[in-house]
């Protein structure tokens, strides 16, 4: 190699040190933004980190549980079990996979807002008679497809669950008013609508 390759290679290598530790900086900085909250130890620690919840649970054994929605924009609901004391029982996210598992069929309304956390959005459909909650969840396909967990009530009484994949129609990562898919785009709720995924939960 002569002479001007060698000194222009030479001084191309802090321009990628720099690029590698921006790249670096983005992925543990992504990790770290979907990171699990850490474990809180009283009622007043979580209120000081998380402010008012959403709602409170009273339970049939005199503890309060905390319930922190981020719908319609998030895809996690913390849940905070607390004793008559303030001390934290245990926490755990109303929306994994795990969780949206116990939605069975003939759970009421209340109890299916107590078990997942405040829904996303409700639509009825006349023709099945099925009053339709969703909640915007995690999913493993980006920004840009967007995963709704679905609940089927019919005369109040859970009778489904499924899921609904949408995907934007042209394509693109963003939606209108500038927000990334699935926060500004306006998909359709029912799980059968002609075009998009569809998944059943089977009892």
């Known amino acids: 190699m002569d002479a001007p390759s060698t000194a222009a290679a030479r001084s191309a290598r802090p321009w990628l040190f720099a690029l590698l530790l921006v790249v670096c900086t983005s992925i543990l900085g992504g990790c770290a933004a ?61 929306l994994d996979g795990d969780n949206l598992a116990r939605v069975t069929k003939g759970m009421t309304r209340d109890e299916v807002s107590r078990l997942l956390g405040q829904h996303r959005s409700e639509q009825f459909f006349k023709l099945s008679g099925e009053e339709v909650w969703d909640w915007n969840i995690r999913n493993e396909y980006g920004a840009s497809i ?55 939960y089977w009892w």
Not at 69 to 91: K, N
Request: charged share 15%; glycine share 10%; aromatic share 18%.
């Open 34 to 94: 979907f990171a699990p909250p850490r474990p809180f130890t009283t009622e007043a620690e979580a209120l000081a980190a998380r402010g008012e919840p959403t709602r409170r649970w009273q339970n049939e054994d005199g503890t309060t549980t905390l319930e922190y929605a981020t719908q319609p924009y998030g895809h996690t609901c913390l849940m905070v079990q607390v004793d008559a004391g303030g001390i934290v029982l245990r926490q755990w996210d109303a």
């Open 146 to 200: 967007a995963t709704l967990f679905n609940v089927h009530f019919i005369d109040g009484k859970v009778v489904r669950t499924s899921q609904t994949y949408v995907y934007p129609p042209d394509g693109a990562m963003w939606g209108p008013w500038g927000h990334p898919y699935p926060f500004g785009y306006p998909y359709p709720l029912h799980p059968r609508f002609h075009g998009y995924g569809y998944w059943p």
